[in-house]
């Protein structure tokens, strides 16, 4: 675990959860951090998005601190606006901090109203818990339904200096994003301004959370911060520039991927790659509507090689493509040749399906050059029964 400089992390129980764990995290930067985001594109948005997009444009970019809290949304609330807006400045006066360079971000049950008290009453103990070494306690404090922690870490060699890289993740249902989904934030101690910092989360974002799936749905807390503070003294020229953001992406698509493979009741990670779409949009769109079959889906959690649910799903996405010039492979089974069926062994097909991971491939024949990579899961019986519970 290689973690950037110039960063300190906290956790504590506030209360806010049912059960007695750490649900309110903080992670601070020693200086004033260049901060881009994205956030959910659903109509219904909690009180924390609307307050780090306002937060964001008044500080022009600049962020010392991150505040989240697990076990409510703060969001379809009476109060919520009010509550974000309370524990920011509260965070702000303790931390000696400019009201506008603090964000919240809040995750769990919508509709319940959040008392702000219960965050500024721990925050004492949370700030006086600030350490560069407690990484991990933060990350596990976002934690809600995930089984798992997510974390990811790169480390980038420039010539002047080494760009360290680390994000920590939350998420395991209500996962379809269109910006971002649930709760992401990236830092990394490199001297990006905030300009280019923007253009590189649009970019690494488009390429990771928003090539994930689990159950459909978008959620109403979907934050995703990307921090650059400079820590490393180093300001990367043009060229290392690609070298940094692609530091970035490699971070980003691991903890996509772990939300994919950690979605609710899932049993396996599917990866899916189409190629030969007219465009890459184009075949981003076919793999999502793989993605999102819950016939495909099914499919892949019992063992069973029906390819023709990903055949049928591919030509539900809207995208123009010729079926019989289409192939399809399941674990690098060739089960679909021009529209067709191909021969294969079923038997050892579904033994291949039985691993913890599927690759489904769709490939176009055709003029067309569009490629995409897209991650969901399977679906199971454990997730109606998870998501017929109400926890937090």
């Not at 780090?52 to 989240?68: D, F, W």
């Not at 769990?108 to 103990?125: F, H, M, Q, R």
């Not at 903890?255 to 007219?278: C, H, N, Q």
């Amino acid at each position: 675990m290689t973690l950037p400089l110039g960063y300190a992390y906290s956790a504590t129980y506030a209360g806010i959860r049912q059960a007695e764990r750490n649900d309110l995290a903080l992670i601070v930067s020693g200086l004033p951090a260049t901060a881009a985001g994205v956030f959910t594109q659903n109509r219904v948005q909690a009180a924390p998005v609307r307050l780090c997009r306002r937060h964001l444009k008044l500080s022009r970019g600049l962020v010392g601190a991150v505040l989240v809290n697990a076990g409510n949304a703060n969001c379809a609330t009476r109060t919520g606006d009010a509550a974000a807006a309370a524990t920011a400045k509260a965070a702000a006066k303790l931390l000696k901090l400019p009201v506008p360079q603090v964000l919240a971000a809040s995750t769990g049950v919508i509709g319940v109203e959040l008392d702000p008290k219960l965050v500024t009453n721990a925050l004492p103990t949370l700030i006086g818990g600030l350490n560069p070494d407690r990484f991990l306690d933060a990350a596990d404090a976002i934690l809600t339904t995930d089984l798992v922690r997510k974390t990811a870490f790169a480390e980038v060699k420039l010539r002047r200096a080494t760009v360290r890289i680390a994000g920590m993740t939350k998420g395991s249902g209500m996962i379809h994003p269109q910006m971002a989904t649930t709760l992401g934030f990236v830092m990394t101690d490199a001297n990006i301004p905030a300009a280019p910092l923007r253009a590189m989360l649009k970019r690494t974002v488009e390429q990771s959370y928003n090539r994930i799936s689990v159950d459909g749905d978008t959620s109403t807390n979907d934050t995703l911060l990307l921090l650059a503070n400079g820590a490393c003294g180093v300001r990367p020229d043009p060229k290392e520039m690609a070298k940094v953001e692609a530091g970035v992406a490699e971070v980003m698509q691991s903890l996509a991927k772990a939300i994919a493979r950690d979605g609710e009741g899932a049993r396996k990670l599917i990866t899916i790659v189409v190629s030969g779409a007219p465009t890459n949009d184009a075949a981003a769109r076919m793999a999502r509507a793989i993605a999102n079959s819950p016939l495909v889906k099914t499919a892949v959690a019992g063992s069973d090689p029906n390819w023709g649910r990903i055949l049928s799903a591919a030509g539900n996405s809207g995208v123009p493509f010729d079926p019989s010039k289409t192939d399809i492979s399941m674990q690098n089974v060739t089960v679909c040749r021009g529209g067709l069926a191909a021969p294969f062994s079923e038997g050892e097909l579904k033994q291949k399906l039985d691993a913890p991971e599927c690759e489904i491939r769709v490939a176009v024949r055709g003029k067309g050059k569009g490629a995409a990579r897209f991650w969901t899961c399977d679906f199971t019986e454990g997730y109606i029964r998870i998501n017929a519970s109400y926890r937090t």
